[in-house]
């Protein structure tokens, strides 16, 4: 079975603090994702990550960064975070096939 | 216009109905197409993949894909209040990236 893990599963943070969202895979992938979503708006791609040290925009990186130091683990970093950041993060790998996404549990981010 | 329209619903059956969940699309690039199921407060889950145009079965569940009409569904036979949950249709081309395109998913309530 495909494990996907993410460091939190609920986290509240004031406005202006620096978080840090970890997502750890035990399955050797290369491709690697972090998606937020909102009611009414899906799931948005933040970035992504094809391999160590690389990283690619996705439609919403404005306000984040990522940092994938090692191949299991892609971490998504929320400068200075602010009320809008309240989302649910999902962190995604893709499978042996490269359409099939698995998703973590997710963390719920409350930014007050 | 969204490259990936998904009725939101929510959609509200009884058990034991069958239930039809559909997206249309714009993009003719596109070959793959999942479903995922998503229960509240997890992750997505893949439900079901066809690639290219046809259907797919798989117990209770029947992926279709109509290529000509840019029009996806999947039925639901014999609904359970289990099968409560998100589905969200995904969709991607071949070549590239693989990193797919999601609608913003339909939200299915089975009451007993």
């Known amino acids: 079975d495909v494990k996907v893990t993410q460091s939190s599963r609920y986290l509240v943070k004031r406005t202006g603090e620096k978080v840090f969202l970890e997502c750890v895979q035990d399955?050797?992938?290369?491709?690697m994702f972090w998606y937020r979503q909102d009611p009414g708006l899906g799931l948005r791609l933040i970035y992504f990550?094809?391999?160590?040290?690389?990283?690619e925009k996705g439609d919403i990186p404005e306000g984040y960064s990522v940092s994938r130091e090692k191949k299991e683990r892609f971490s998504l970093i929320l400068e200075s975070a602010s009320t809008n950041q309240t989302s649910m993060y999902l962190c995604?790998?893709?499978?042996?096939?490269?359409?099939?996404?698995?998703f973590g549990p997710g963390t719920r981010l409350t930014v007050t | 216009q969204k490259e990936v329209e998904q009725d939101p619903g929510p959609l509200s059956v009884p058990e034991g109905a069958i239930v039809s969940l559909n997206c249309t699309y714009s993009?003719?690039?596109?070959?793959?197409f999942m479903w995922y199921r998503q229960y509240s407060r997890k992750g997505p889950e893949l439900l079901m993949y066809?690639?290219?145009?046809g259907n797919k079965e798989d117990g209770r569940f029947t992926a279709q894909v109509d290529k000509s009409s840019k029009y996806i569904s999947l039925f639901i036979r014999d609904s359970q209040p289990s099968d409560s949950a998100t589905y969200l249709c995904?969709?991607?081309?071949?070549?590239?990236?693989?990193?797919?395109?999601f609608g913003r998913g339909t939200s299915l309530i089975v009451h007993p």
């Open positions: 995604a790998i893709t499978g042996d096939s490269s359409y099939e996404q698995y």
């Open positions: 399955m050797d992938h290369e491709n």
């Open positions: 990550s094809y391999d160590v040290k690389m990283k």
């Open positions: 993009n003719s690039a596109f070959q793959y």
């Open positions: 066809t690639y290219s145009s």
């Open positions: 995904a969709m991607s081309s071949s070549g590239g990236s693989y990193i797919p395109t």
